[in-house]
């Protein structure tokens, strides 16, 4: 059975810094497009970074680019998201998602995953 657990949500001021962790179980890492999506309140989800363990590709959306770092840690099944420099905007649920490749990880940001997690809660406000 797949099972995605984030973990690593919480209050932190604009400009600070968070990292969320994914823990995965009930699939192979290495065929796998895991990514984190982002629904702000009143929006719907969006991907904002995706890593294929296929083909080696990375996405970031443009909110995010140069700002959050999604990295993976094959041995112990656990995608992560560095995200620095948070924006009250950044604010919402951060959900963990994965699925087996298919295309690349910005294609499949943009499409969706057929696997989710229940989500954790960034809240960026002074």
């Known amino acids: 059975q797949v099972r995605l657990v984030e973990s690593g949500g919480g209050l932190v001021q604009p400009g600070g810094s968070l990292r969320l962790s994914c823990a995965v179980s009930g699939f192979k890492m290495d065929e796998q497009v895991i990514g984190w999506f982002h629904q702000a309140p009143g929006k719907e989800r969006e991907g904002i970074s995706c890593?294929?363990?296929?083909?080696?590709?990375?996405y970031y959306a443009d909110s995010v680019k140069g700002r959050f770092t999604i990295s993976r840690d094959n041995a112990a099944s656990t995608v992560y998201l560095q995200m620095n420099n948070l924006k009250p905007e950044d604010t919402g649920v951060y959900y963990c998602?994965?699925?087996?490749?298919?295309?690349?990880?910005?294609?499949?940001?943009?499409?969706?995953?057929?696997?989710w997690g229940k989500g954790t809660q960034v809240t960026v406000s002074a």
């Open positions: 890593i294929n363990s296929g083909d080696g590709t990375i």
């Open positions: 998602a994965g699925d087996l490749s298919r295309t690349t990880a910005r294609n499949m940001c943009i499409a969706g995953m057929d696997h």
